[in-house]
């Protein structure tokens, strides 16, 4: 079944007025559902209409948020924006903040809301199983986990059919690590510069972006190799990558074969016969990386590169956090597009639609090795309300036709925004597959220098102020994340291009003056 109103023709138009602006936060106990807009000399795209209405807010003020979060929560700073966004309810693909004013959410919470904010089926099993039965450990059975664990390994290709259930994408990795030491009996594990596997103590090792990195010890026996971006990195040519949109890159390969990637494996070669033992635990990759702005390796790459480390002795990993569940459009999962076959595969994220929730599926031997090292035990992992709302995701996706929507979306989408870098200097890349796609802002396309954080900082800004939510990533911060719901729509599509196309014209005239 497809949804009959993602078809449905929303005309796109365009009125003067201003990108939204925050106000001051006296009372919002008793907000107004409307919109905050102001006159100016720039048209303001027009949102796509909804027919969701939501709740009237009527909790915490602004100002009483801001002082609890700074008493009492973390003193790191996470949250986007000058003003971070109080949000109070979500439906689907729309999030509404705590003064009424809606939002199209491109960014679906860290690429975690798979299938749409609060999907009316995925909410209904949620309370049905809430009302039945909570939590019971492993230490008993219940229907939910058998019933979802057949449902998952049914995706699954042999031999990867026994399946670890875990609460987040940072539990899985630091499962897998011990899977993959407990079955090779190595130590050494490599991962890519750039690469986010988690910031757990154990994961850290394998995390590869300077803002997560600490000074004290963690991570034990990991090292990283390099990135093989074909954007930003040494090499780099025209027909690299598995997308609709290739680099501004050019170079004089035939289309079956890529130096750049024959490069590539030459540093992998050379970590391996560096900075490793002669005998590893393992390597890690996600199939495209996220936090690092949505990087895409050539294609071919990670083929050979699962094999050079299986001659080490080691196992492959895939780390499916962000882009497994069908989000890629082509394949349910990303280690599909690279025509591998990984020994464990972790996800989280979307596999609950934002309910904690993640695995770790495996071989049964691998399975058994670990058994044989230690007595893993984990309370939360496959609880009955975990399960249950897994099990439905997996429904919706199906039901749906949500991964054959991110192809058909996520392509329009790139091949829109791919026109924004040839209209914009300072776009210097659009990238990605399905609906994971990556813009990444430079200086100019000829030196590909980064552009200034406070620069993107303001687009970002602006883009909020119209009513579109986008993602940060990269080593500096900027490439904007594009990574929605799977429900979204080409009238969506449509509309989030032309509030960047505006964020874009407007930092233009101010470089200008």
């Not at 919002?28 to 102001?38: F, N």
């Not at 979060?69 to 003193?75: C, F």
């Not at 058994?368 to 939360?380: D, E, M, P, R």
């Not at 990444?440 to 009513?467: A, F, W, Y």
Request: charged share 20%; proline share 6%; glycine share 8%.
């Amino acid at each position: 079944m497809t949804l009959a109103w993602r078809h449905l023709p929303r005309a796109l138009h365009l009125e003067t007025s201003s990108p939204r602006i925050p106000k001051t936060h006296p009372s919002l106990s008793h907000a107004p559902w409307t919109s905050v807009t102001r006159l100016s000399l720039h048209t303001k795209p027009t949102m796509p209409p909804c027919d969701f209405t939501p709740e009237r807010y009527q909790s915490l003020t602004y100002n009483r948020v801001l002082q609890i979060h700074k008493q009492h929560l973390s003193p790191v700073v996470t949250a986007y924006f000058q003003e971070p966004l109080l949000l109070h309810q979500g439906h689907m693909q729309w999030l509404f903040d705590s003064e009424g004013n809606r939002y199209l959410d491109f960014f679906s919470g860290i690429v975690t809301v798979s299938v749409g904010h609060c999907h009316p089926k995925v909410n209904a099993v949620a309370q049905k199983q809430l009302s039945r039965l909570w939590h019971t450990s492993s230490v008993f059975f219940h229907p939910p986990i058998h019933e979802y664990a057949e449902k998952l390994s049914a995706l699954l290709p042999e031999p990867l059919k026994v399946i670890f259930m875990t609460n987040s994408g940072s539990e899985a990795n630091d499962l897998a690590m011990l899977m993959a030491r407990a079955h090779s009996d190595h130590t050494d594990i490599i991962s890519f510069r750039g690469a986010y596997h988690g910031s757990s103590p154990y994961t850290l090792g394998l995390t590869n972006v300077g803002t997560f990195r600490m000074e004290l010890p963690s991570g034990m026996g990991c090292q990283s190799t390099m990135c093989p971006d074909v954007f930003r990195g040494p090499w780099g040519g025209s027909h690299c990558r598995d997308s609709p949109v290739q680099t501004i890159r050019r170079c004089s390969c035939a289309p079956d074969c890529c130096q750049a990637k024959d490069q590539y494996i030459e540093q992998f070669k050379d970590t391996l016969s560096t900075s490793v033992a002669k005998s590893i635990a393992g390597f890690f990759a996600e199939p495209i990386q996220g936090v690092n702005g949505v990087v895409q390796y050539p294609k071919g790459f990670l083929k050979e590169a699962f094999e050079l480390v299986r001659e080490r002795g080691g196992v492959c990993i895939a780390d499916e956090v962000q882009t497994g569940f069908g989000r890629l459009g082509s394949h349910f999962w990303g280690f599909q597009t690279h025509d591998v076959l990984p020994d464990i595969v972790t996800m989280a994220k979307g596999i609950g639609n934002g309910f904690p929730m993640a695995a770790v599926v495996t071989t049964p031997e691998i399975a058994k090795s670990l058994a044989k090292c230690v007595n893993h035990f984990n309370t939360f992992g496959g609880n009955p309300v975990a399960c249950a709302i897994g099990s439905a995701v997996l429904e919706v996706i199906k039901e749906e036709n949500l991964q054959e929507n991110s192809q058909e979306v996520g392509t329009y989408m790139l091949l829109k925004f791919a026109r924004l870098r040839d209209e914009f200097e300072i776009v210097g890349d659009v990238r990605g597959k399905g609906l994971m796609i990556g813009i990444e802002m430079v200086q100019d396309k000829t030196s590909r220098q980064p552009l200034p954080r406070e620069e993107v900082n303001q687009i970002h800004e602006d883009c909020k102020h119209m009513g579109l939510l986008i993602g940060r990533g990269g080593i500096f911060s900027q490439t904007f994340r594009i990574a929605p719901s799977m429900c979204v729509s080409k009238p969506d599509v449509d509309f989030a291009v032309e509030v960047l196309r505006s964020a874009l014209t407007q930092h233009t005239e101010r470089r200008a003056k």
